[in-house]
């Protein structure tokens, strides 16, 4: 088995979701077909909720950035004239979402929508997340070793929770210390991580971040984070440059704590 030693600095394991903690089949063929399936019945049931609105709102400050890119789907402003307009809204909304998700964009307003709406399907048992099954023998045995354990994903916080706290291997949220989302940064951004190690209060050279994807490896590698990619089943492939830069695991029990030897 290939051995990736831990740097003895290392205090903190920083773990993206999708293609590096969960199967990206699972995100793909579970979780997002949920969205596109029930998005506009659960715009048609929420459209009232304050929350609801706070998330159309978000999706449609999104929605005017967005304004200048090809096939970009607007949601027009309320005219005031209340239910007259209502379908054509949560239409404009539901075509937005579908849009953004066929680009499989990591927007904020996209992230939390989508949280909400796993909520109750979570909640009611209808899906249960999937780990990789290295992932959580190996996180007991870096916090039994006195490490701290954080999550950092495009998924929102709450999505976050929803995933670690309904899994195939039960409620795992007491083996996470804290999670981070797109609130704080875009994971393609170096400044999210320096943000990241000052929220926790360590520096960027204690974290340690394990990823499936070279742009967010090489944006935490900026800023002095320590990186190591991660080869899962389903993900995308490295070219040969990125396969001789960056220190590759195929699984978490690869890393090896030289304090826990
Ligand atoms: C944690 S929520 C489900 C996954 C998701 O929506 C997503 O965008 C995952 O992105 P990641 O940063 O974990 O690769
Ligand atoms: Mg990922």
Redesign the pocket.
Known sequence: MVVLSVPAEVTVMLL????TTTPIAF?KDI?FPYIKENVKEYLQTHWEEEECQQDVSLLRKQAEEDSHLDGAVPIPAASGNGADDLPQMIQAVVDNVCWQMSLDR?TTAL?QL?GHMWRAAFAAGRMKAEFFEDVVPAVRKWREAGMKVYIY????VE??KL?FGHSTEGDLLELVDGHFDTKIGH?VESESYRKIANSIGCSTNNILFLTD?TLEASAAEEADVHVAVVVRPGNAGLTDDEKTYYSLITSFSELYLPSSS
Do not use: F
């Open positions: 993206d979701i999708e293609g995100v979780l990591k992230k989508q994903s495009s998924g929102s999505a976050q995933l994971k994807v």
